[in-house]
């Protein structure tokens, strides 16, 4: 079952003096036509763009704030254009974060959320697959719709589906008959019998969701500035697929008319469009040449964590733009640029930055330090890494051969093999998609959760305190618990001091305790 993908406003931020001044009038029993039409005004110009004006003229005019509010919202036509003039001419665009946006979006599936969720500077609240049972609702993308492959792909997605259906209370029951008394103690729910059924229905949830497929459709809340908006909606426009264009579409035309002076580049741009297709071709190239003289490596279970330390920028940074455009370890791709020569190097820069203009950020990839971590993570994992934004995240695409995570509860419940299968089923069409010419990111609808990519992650020590009290802790899903458990420790050989304290919630006391008393 599909629900068309929408996006609804929610709202803005406006200048509350100009509310004040409506309720004001509002509030009189009786009113005149001067008044009401200043009301209608007020109502009809309620902008964000007021604040953000407003805003602009402190650096520069004497008056009080509150004085420079009132000229904004009193004479809009002049705000916007001030705002213009200051944020597109001048090239001042902090003041374009002044105006924030709210929205809500449905019929989204989890493969484009994660596309939609990879800029930093955003807020994010989605429906989770932990808390909520699902009811099968999934999104046929539209390069699959009416080809010869439509028919086995919702084959497939009601295969996945029937596996959550049929065996989420087997699953369920299973974490019934555990103990999870260390988990419930450490949530408060010790005398809260409603609250630790809630938290065991959960951990069925979290593990049934493993054969659900990357269409799997999500609904969440977005906030973010009028600046970040603008690079959202220009880079969903310059994509390749279909949903995603859609969903900058239909996020423009939520604002399109409503804050014009801060919001006004949005068209598709090349360096976009075109950065990461050409990257790719260019890194292939280099691959072909150098693949009898590059140090192979093979990734396996025990190494879901790998950590590279005491590296140069001058290797880290092209490694990862290598690691990005294709599907090889980081350890591999550190090999191959051992290999290339420096006019090789430049050349590959040359390529990451031929469409660059000059109000267009560096490819993340130019964060790479002298620390960098590999992790080999599901798709389930990565829904969890993914919140953690501040940090340096790179990922590959889902690779079929880097096998899938199985929930200990479908093991020990004898469904492994019915997991399998199913996974098999998706690998093959996934593999059928690439081969038909469809783009990878449309393949990859047909993965499950259990589906695995290579993924960068990069840190600093203030960083991994946060993700680790975050991950660590006994209340975190079990699969980004253990990675970060095993990240946590690397952490901690290679900075005994400055990382002594990394630890989950759950115990953050007692290590501090702990840390304080040692002598």
Not at 84 to 106: D, L, Q, R
Not at 367 to 374: C, F, I, K, M, P
Not at 405 to 431: C, F, M, V, Y
């Amino acid at each position: 079952m599909e629900n068309p993908l929408e996006v609804k406003l929610s709202g803005f931020n406006v200048d509350v003096d100009g509310l004040k001044e409506a309720k004001s009038i509002l509030e009189k029993e009786d009113f005149s036509e001067k008044e009401r039409n200043e009301v209608l005004y007020i109502l009809r110009n309620l902008t964000p763009e007021t604040i953000s004006a407003s805003a602009a003229r402190i650096s520069r005019d004497p008056r009080p704030i509150h004085e420079l509010r009132k000229e904004a919202r009193t004479d809009v036509k002049k705000a916007r254009a001030s705002n213009k003039a200051i944020i597109f001419t001048m090239g001042h665009k902090s003041v374009a974060e002044h105006a924030f946006f709210n929205f809500a979006i449905t019929g989204v599936s989890r493969r484009a959320v994660e596309e939609l969720e990879k800029p930093r500077l955003q807020s994010y609240t989605e429906k989770s697959q932990r808390y909520i049972t699902l009811e099968g609702d999934f999104v046929i993308p539209k390069e699959i719709q009416a080809s010869f492959l439509e028919p086995k792909f919702i084959e497939l997605i009601e295969l996945q589906n029937k596996f959550y259906d049929n065996n989420l209370q087997k699953i369920t029951d299973w974490h019934h008959r555990q103990d999870y008394s260390d988990l419930i103690e450490s949530l408060g729910y010790i005398d809260k019998p409603e609250k630790q059924i809630d938290t065991i229905e959960g951990l069925g949830k979290e593990d049934a969701r493993y054969s659900l497929a990357q269409a799997t459709q999500a609904q969440l809340v977005l906030s973010a500035s009028a600046r970040n908006l603008e690079v959202l909606i220009t880079r969903l426009r310059s994509s390749d697929v279909e949903e995603f264009k859609d969903l900058g579409e239909k996020i423009f035309k939520e604002i399109d008319g409503i804050a014009p002076s801060v919001i006004k580049y949005t068209e598709p741009v090349d360096y976009f469009a075109k950065t990461r297709p050409e990257l790719r071709q260019h890194v292939a190239g280099l691959i072909k040449k150098y693949k009898s003289e590059v140090r192979q490596y093979a990734d396996d279970d025990n190494d879901a964590v790998r950590l590279f330390t005491k590296l140069d920028r001058d290797d880290s940074i092209p490694a990862g733009l290598m690691f990005s455009s294709g599907n090889l370890p980081y350890y591999t791709c550190l090999s191959l640029v051992d290999c290339i020569n420096s006019k090789e190097k430049e050349q590959l820069l040359n390529q990451a930055e031929k469409y660059q203009e000059k109000h267009d950020p560096k490819l993340r990839e130019y964060e790479l330090g002298d620390r960098v971590a590999q992790f080999i993570i599901s798709a389930s994992g990565f829904a969890q890494l993914k919140r953690h934004r501040m940090n340096t995240l790179i990922s590959q695409d889902y690779l079929t051969e880097l096998g899938h995570t199985t929930p200990e509860s479908i093991i020990l419940t004898g469904l492994q093999d019915e997991l399998a299968e199913i996974i098999k089923k998706s690998n093959e069409l996934h593999n059928k998609l690439l081969k038909c010419g469809f783009p990878k990111a449309v393949a990859e609808y047909a993965l499950t959760n259990a589906n695995k990519r290579r993924v960068l992650f990069d840190a600093n020590n203030r960083q991994a305190y946060a993700i680790c009290l975050e991950r660590e802790n006994l209340a975190a899903q079990w699969d980004i618990r253990g990675l970060i458990n095993q990240y946590g420790d690397l952490i901690q050989e290679k900075s005994p001091l400055t990382a002594r304290g990394l630890c989950g919630k759950h115990e953050f006391y007692d290590v501090k305790e702990r840390l304080l008393n040692e002598r």
